[in-house]
């Protein structure tokens, strides 16, 4: 029986290893970065939310105010309407 020996067999082997741990390690690293990106999204996320509360806020209290202008404009109209004139001719 005649015994073949291939010198490339050894060296690929260890290519394919070596491949597989590099393949791994990007891996890894690409794991990291996702979660890094989730991470700064969800504090974007929070922020944004924080900041939308303070609009919705500042609306209701623009509303609120302006509906105390318009009562108070009313309440002078009326009172400006009860007085008699002084130019009846």
Known sequence: ?????????????????????LQIAINVWLFKSMLSMAKDNNASRDRNSKALDRV????????EKGK??????????????????????
Not at 68 to 87: F, I, M, S, T, Y
């Open 68 to 89: 105390d202008g318009l009562r108070l404009l009313r309440e002078v109209n009326d009172k400006l309407l009860a007085r008699p004139c002084l130019l009846d001719k």
């Open 56 to 63: 919705t806020h500042a609306t209701e209290n623009i509303e």
């Open 1 to 21: 029986m005649e015994q073949t020996v291939s010198l490339a067999t050894p060296l690929m082997q260890f290519g394919f290893a070596g491949f597989a741990l």
